[in-house]
């Protein structure tokens, strides 16, 4: 086991930590250097044979994204805002192996002739970044851009309109980024894992990188692992990897837990019943679970899941852009009807109206954050229905949780 560059432990980092260090002769040792001379279509064929995702939430095969930029230069961003507040992944790459990103992102910018080239961080992340690019020659053309600390700072809109007016809200637009983005111009903006996995790709080749995961989940994926765990840890696994293996892997013990929330703030809860399920879309599906961002909360057996979801879902609305009605009034009335039902309420028409405010804002939103609350809530009330009951008739099945 090693230690990524935030001190959290690094399990399974025979890929993405492979060097010895973030500076250029340690990546160079493990890597070598970066290939050249990519074209856009050599570079797309290597991508969709290789069935890379993207690895910042969707999950969008990252060959089709590329593809949809049209013959003018493009732009790119590198996305490592990471606004999640279980995330560690994107920062602990940025530290650890910010060398893997560039070149990810240099081979993307290559490829599509681009004309402006950004990293988009947080300040702490940006640091090993800019430290990067001073042992580089082929890095000149990368702006660095600091990222606020707000959840919807890494929304890909959002992205682009802090790079142009210094203010991270997203955009109200039908128009696509990758037709009309950064100052009008076709705009790829790829989480900072995703540019590293290309990197990879671009090096070792497609039948390589299927050499790990699964036929439907190619390849590995950094996950942080947090919550009722001994210690929250970063960690690569293959993809498709069941959550039980995770979870063990990295120290926790899935017998001890109620319930797994998978993809973040932004995710579904997986019940203790279901850790056998791969970590993929097709694995998760049922419960309306992708693997996201790559983040894993565990809660204990024993806490009450409506106690743990309510400041979630507050999160959530307070976050908000409070750009459009569903995010200036649907996601603050649906936390509150959440937090009344937490908090012992005996109303029984709660989770009645709590799906209805979920119904309401759903494909109403300027951007995606509405469509994830409301996911994230109506996964509460299911996977912990019976806890919604015990609650709306005055008692709690969490002995750790609320009691009247």
Not at 363 to 386: E, K, Y
């Amino acid at each position: 086991m090693t230690e990524t560059a935030l001190g959290l432990p690094a399990l399974g980092t025979g890929r993405l930590f492979a060097s010895a260090g973030p500076d250029l002769a340690a990546h160079e040792a493990a890597y070598g250097p970066r290939r050249t001379g990519w074209t856009r279509e050599a570079l797309l064929a290597e991508l969709e044979a290789s069935g890379l995702a993207g690895r910042g939430g969707a999950g969008f095969p990252a060959w089709r994204k590329l593809s949809s930029l049209g013959a003018r230069r493009a732009v790119v961003v590198a996305n490592g805002a990471e606004g999640e507040p279980l995330s560690r992944k994107d920062a602990a790459l940025l530290t650890g192996a910010p060398h893997l990103v560039l070149d990810g992102l240099l081979t993307a910018a290559e490829a599509l002739n681009a004309s402006q080239l950004f990293v988009y961080a947080p300040a702490a992340s940006l640091a090993g970044v800019a430290a990067a690019l001073a042992e580089r020659r082929d890095g000149r053309r990368i702006s660095l851009v600091e990222s606020p600390g707000t959840f919807v700072s890494g929304e890909a809109s959002a992205v682009v309109s802090a790079l142009e007016t210094g203010v991270a809200l997203p955009r109200d637009s039908a128009a696509r980024l990758t037709t009309a983005g950064y100052r009008g111009l076709p705009t790829l903006v790829h989480n900072v894992e995703t540019l590293a996995q290309l990197a990879l790709v671009a090096r070792y080749g497609a039948d390589w990188f299927r050499t790990a995961g699964t036929d439907d989940d190619p390849g590995t994926r950094l996950v942080s692992v947090s919550g009722d765990v001994p210690t929250p840890r970063v960690a690569e696994v293959p993809g498709g990897t069941p959550l039980r293996d995770i979870l063990l892997g990295t120290g926790a013990d899935p017998g001890s837990l109620a319930a797994v929330l998978v993809g973040g703030f932004h995710g579904a809860w997986v019940p203790a019943k279901a850790l056998d399920r791969r970590a993929s879309a097709a694995g998760l599906a049922d419960y309306g679970a992708r693997p996201g961002a790559g983040v894993l909360l565990a809660l204990a057996a024993g806490r009450c899941g409506l106690a743990a979801a309510a400041p979630i879902a507050r999160y959530l609305a307070d976050g908000s852009a409070r750009q459009c009605g569903p995010c200036t009034f649907g996601l603050p009335a649906m936390a509150a009807v959440l937090e009344r039902i937490a908090g012992g309420e005996r109303s029984p028409w709660l989770a009645a109206e709590a799906e209805r405010l979920a119904g309401l804002v759903t494909g109403r939103g300027a951007c995606h954050h509405p469509d994830a609350t409301a996911g994230f809530v109506r996964s509460t009330l299911t996977v912990f229905r019976q806890e919604v009951r015990a609650h709306l008739n005055g008692d709690c099945t969490g002995t750790r949780g609320w009691r009247p």
